[in-house]
């Protein structure tokens, strides 16, 4: 039975639950030393009470705003700086509160990637091929395969018995940067020294949310590859989602 693709609505429930805890720390910030406050002058908890409830207010419209933009697929105000808020600082939360509820680390993540794609897309960009790059993980290969195609995908001799050869096609197709990286660390190399305005990545759910965030502000779609037989071994990925996200990208 095939799977079902990642939705975007776990994550976004747990963003408003993230909120709503946030606004009620704020709230306990204002009421636990209102008291104090008043004692001071009788004037100063209410002007604290209007900055808190101020910082409230803009984190519920924060929220509204990404789930406006995640549902309609509009680009709406501030949608890239608040895509940033969520990367750097509620996924971390987000996460502890879904291990909470006992919600696995991965399904979350898989959530914030489709929540991730959406708001990218949102923003309607119009990249040239010359500076989107396509980054693939090395676990695409056969584990076998003697050709090793790391740094220089022109290598693959287009066997098909695995994805390379589909991904490299579709490289040419449209004339895009395309590169295999065995690591974070030879992935930043790579957008170093490529310096594109887009990125679209293949990996597992920890290493997709990983190169998210090490890249920011710079726009990543994120393509979950599927393990039939466990962990970097043998992978696979949908080429049709990346040809599909490609065309968007480009208009």
Same mark, same amino acid.
């Given at each position: 039975?095939?799977?079902?693709?990642?939705?975007?609505?776990?994550?976004?429930?747990?963003?408003?639950? +993230?909120?709503?805890?946030?606004?009620?720390? &704020?709230?306990?910030?204002?009421?636990?030393? +209102?008291?104090?406050?008043?004692?001071?002058?009788?004037?100063?908890?209410?002007?604290?009470?209007?900055?808190? =409830?101020?910082?409230?207010?803009?984190?519920?419209?924060?929220?509204?705003?990404?789930?406006?933009?995640?549902?309609?697929?509009?680009?709406?105000?501030?949608?890239?700086?608040?895509?940033?808020?969520?990367?750097?600082?509620?996924?971390?939360?987000?996460?502890?509160?879904?291990?909470?509820?006992?919600?696995?680390?991965?399904?979350?993540?898989?959530? @914030? &990637?489709?929540?991730?794609?959406?708001? /990218?897309?949102?923003?309607?960009?119009?990249?040239?091929?010359?500076?989107?790059?396509?980054?693939?993980?090395?676990?695409?290969?056969?584990?076998?395969?003697?050709?090793?195609?790391?740094?220089?995908?022109?290598?693959?001799?287009?066997?098909?018995?695995?994805?390379? *050869?589909?991904?490299?096609?579709?490289?040419?197709?449209?004339?895009?940067? &395309?590169?295999?990286?065995?690591? =974070? +660390?030879?992935?930043?190399?790579?957008?170093?020294?490529?310096?594109?305005?887009?990125? /679209?990545?293949?990996?597992?759910?920890?290493?997709? +949310?990983?190169?998210? *965030?090490?890249?920011?502000?710079?726009?990543? &779609?994120? /393509?979950?590859?599927?393990?039939? @037989?466990?962990?970097?071994?043998?992978?696979?990925?949908?080429?049709?989602?990346?040809?599909?996200?490609?065309?968007?990208?480009?208009?």
């Amino acid at each position: 039975m095939a799977e079902r693709p990642p939705q975007k609505r776990l994550f976004i429930a747990l963003m408003g639950l +993230t909120c709503l805890l946030i606004v009620g720390g &704020i709230y306990l910030l204002w009421w636990v030393p +209102t008291t104090g406050l008043a004692n001071i002058h009788p004037s100063l908890p209410r002007v604290v009470g209007i900055v808190l =409830g101020g910082l409230s207010l803009l984190a519920l419209l924060g929220t509204a705003v990404l789930v406006l933009t995640t549902a309609l697929g509009k680009d709406m105000y501030f949608t890239r700086f608040l895509r940033g808020v969520v990367i750097k600082f509620l996924l971390p939360v987000i996460e502890l509160l879904g291990r909470a509820f006992g919600i696995s680390t991965d399904t979350i993540r898989q959530s @914030f &990637i489709a929540m991730n794609n959406s708001l /990218v897309l949102s923003q309607r960009y119009k990249v040239k091929p010359d500076r989107i790059l396509i980054l693939l993980p090395h676990c695409l290969q056969l584990f076998d395969c003697e050709i090793k195609v790391t740094g220089d995908i022109n290598k693959c001799i287009r066997c098909g018995r695995c994805d390379i *050869k589909g991904l490299a096609e579709l490289a040419e197709k449209y004339r895009i940067d &395309i590169s295999v990286a065995t690591g =974070g +660390t030879l992935a930043r190399k790579v957008i170093i020294e490529k310096r594109p305005k887009l990125v /679209v990545a293949v990996a597992c759910e920890r290493d997709l +949310t990983s190169g998210i *965030k090490d890249c920011y502000p710079l726009p990543v &779609i994120g /393509v979950l590859n599927d393990r039939p @037989f466990g962990p970097c071994f043998n992978t696979s990925v949908d080429i049709a989602k990346i040809d599909e996200s490609l065309q968007i990208i480009m208009g």
